[in-house]
């Protein structure tokens, strides 16, 4: 049986017990979640010749334009050689443009193109718009919730990463 610590309604300590059956559940969940999470990008992808490895590229790109391979390696947490394939492509294709460090001329700074914006757009508003409406129908506690659950899940440097990543969205 897990054991998690929460608030109750009167905002004192409560615990949650749950049994491995609803912790499978909701393992279960997010499998099917995540599936729906990405079906649309995927398809959109899949008409590029793309996969979710560039998707993930130009969403963290987007987020932190000038961002240098090396964070975008340390976000993903994808080897080198997989990272520099994916962004050959990108560039190629004329979506990331890579540009030498102005202090340190061995970085490579990463920006998306106009046509790499614009894909990224549309990759991101297919995801917001399944989000919306998912979000809606929970309502605002739920959501809350849920931005929390996931944030526990994350391991400790995951999390401040994407602290970091909120942060410099201001």
Not at 45 to 54: D, Q, S, T, V
Not at 80 to 85: A, D, E, I, T
Request: no cysteine; proline share 3%; hydrophobic share 40%.
């Amino acid at each position: 049986m897990a054991e998690m610590q929460g608030r109750g309604p009167a905002g004192g300590d409560m615990l949650l017990y749950l049994t491995d059956e609803q912790l499978r559940r909701g393992a279960e969940a997010m499998f099917f979640a995540y599936r729906g999470f990405t079906a649309d990008p995927d398809r959109i992808l899949a008409n590029k010749n793309y996969g979710r490895a560039h998707h993930r590229a130009l969403h963290f790109i987007n987020a932190a334009p000038g961002t240098t391979v090396n964070n975008l390696l340390s976000i993903l947490g994808v080897t080198k050689q997989s990272l520099n394939r994916v962004l050959r492509t990108l560039i190629e294709d004329g979506l990331v443009e890579s540009r030498v460090g102005r202090v340190d001329k061995r970085e490579r700074h990463l920006f998306l193109t106009e046509d790499g914006a614009a894909l990224e757009r549309e990759l991101s508003e297919a995801q917001r718009a399944r989000m919306r409406a998912a979000y809606k129908q929970a309502g605002p506690e739920a959501v809350l919730g849920f931005r929390r659950v996931l944030e526990a899940m994350m391991d400790p440097d995951m999390r401040r990463q994407y602290r970091d990543l909120q942060e410099g969205r201001g």
